[in-house]
Nanobody, 115 residues
């Protein structure tokens, strides 16, 4: 089992930066693949970035070069550094963990980018 709690969302101007954090409880974090998803207003949830337990990463084309996903297994935390934010990045951001066929989700954190 894994419980996930996101933090770090907020309101930022276009061109600004935010760092999201996702703290996990339970004892499976280090063997789980972790990801950030987002759901813009009126749209479906989409994958933003993923980091495997081996630290391989992949990103949505829309955020490549601007966002960086990382993890600290000692702290059971995954991060999303978001730079050069755009109004189109406005969404609820969700942390997700995948472990042996099971998905775990956080409650989400709102990111709003003003123009």
């Amino acid at each position: 089992q894994m419980q996930l709690v996101e933090s770090g969302g907020g309101l930022v101007q276009a061109g600004g930066s935010l760092r999201l954090s996702c703290a996990a409880s339970g004892n499976i974090f280090s063997s789980a693949d972790m990801a950030w998803y987002r759901q813009p207003p009126g749209k479906q949830r989409e994958l933003v970035a993923r980091i495997t337990r081996g630290r391989n990463t992949n990103y949505a084309d829309s955020v490549k070069g601007r966002f960086t996903i990382s993890r600290d297994d000692a702290k059971s935390t995954v991060y999303l550094q978001m730079n050069s934010l755009k109004p189109d990045d406005t969404a609820v951001y969700y942390c997700s963990g995948y472990w042996f066929g099971n998905y775990y989700w956080g409650q989400g954190t709102q990111v709003t980018v003003s123009s």
